[in-house]
């Protein structure tokens, strides 16, 4: 589901929907639920993934709180979504799931990277499909064009996608491009290079 240049990814999973990604405002995740709602109304909403703190991602949180939706995201990025301001009259209402590094849900793996964009960042890797989801470790635009400088930490999450060997099939940005394939993504990090 795309909307305002956000990408965000739900799978279903018997009853349940998982969400990754939470973006921007109450309103904005009120009208994906909404539309998850309408799609599959037999369905309960379970959990909510974020990759890291910045408000731009954890802002939407709130509405998946008042449905009892389980908060996931690394402990670090859960410390700093209970001392988020928006939320300190909501906050003892929230569900948190810590995610470790390399932890395994339903079939998702989850990845929690150092780097130097927020401290912490994590992504999800789909075991079935070979989808992975991340937010702000690479952003490439639709017409796949690159820049010829690679920030750092979209280094840090390519060489770890390299080491790991993950048999990575599409990689969807939560930023512009929700279609990146392994070929962009190896011509990124030839960028860094020139
Ligand atoms: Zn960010």
């Known amino acids: 589901m795309r909307s305002s240049w956000r990408n965000i990814l739900f799978?279903?999973?018997n009853n349940e929907v998982q969400v990754f990604g939470a973006p921007t405002s109450s309103e904005q995740s009120e009208k994906t639920i909404q539309h998850i709602t309408e799609k599959f109304p037999n369905k309960k909403i379970t959990s909510v993934y974020v990759?890291?703190?910045h408000g731009d991602?954890?802002?939407?949180?709130?509405?998946?709180?008042?449905?009892?939706?389980?908060?996931?995201?690394?402990?670090?990025?859960i410390e700093a979504i209970k001392e988020?301001?928006?939320?300190?009259d909501q906050i003892h209402t929230f569900k948190f799931h810590t995610i470790k590094h390399e932890q395994s849900i339903d079939g998702v793996s989850f990845y929690v990277l150092e780097n130097a964009h927020s401290k912490r960042q994590s992504f999800a890797f789909f075991n079935e499909s070979g989808l992975i989801y991340q937010a702000?470790?690479?952003q490439i635009p639709f017409d796949n064009t690159l820049t010829k400088v690679l920030p750092a930490h979209t280094g840090v999450f390519i060489d770890f996608v390299r080491s790991k060997q993950l048999p990575v099939r599409r990689i969807v940005g939560h930023h512009f491009n929700?279609?990146?394939?392994?070929?962009?993504?190896d011509k990124a990090s030839q960028a860094n290079m020139m």
């Not at 988020?84 to 300190?88: A, I, L």
């Open 11 to 13: 799978r279903t999973n």
């Open 51 to 53: 990759t890291h703190l």
């Open 57 to 77: 991602h954890i802002a939407g949180l709130g509405s998946y709180a008042k449905i009892g939706a389980l908060i996931r995201a690394d402990a670090y990025t």
């Open 84 to 88: 988020y301001p928006p939320f300190s």
């Open 136 to 138: 702000d470790f690479l």
């Open 178 to 185: 929700y279609n990146i394939s392994l070929k962009v993504m």
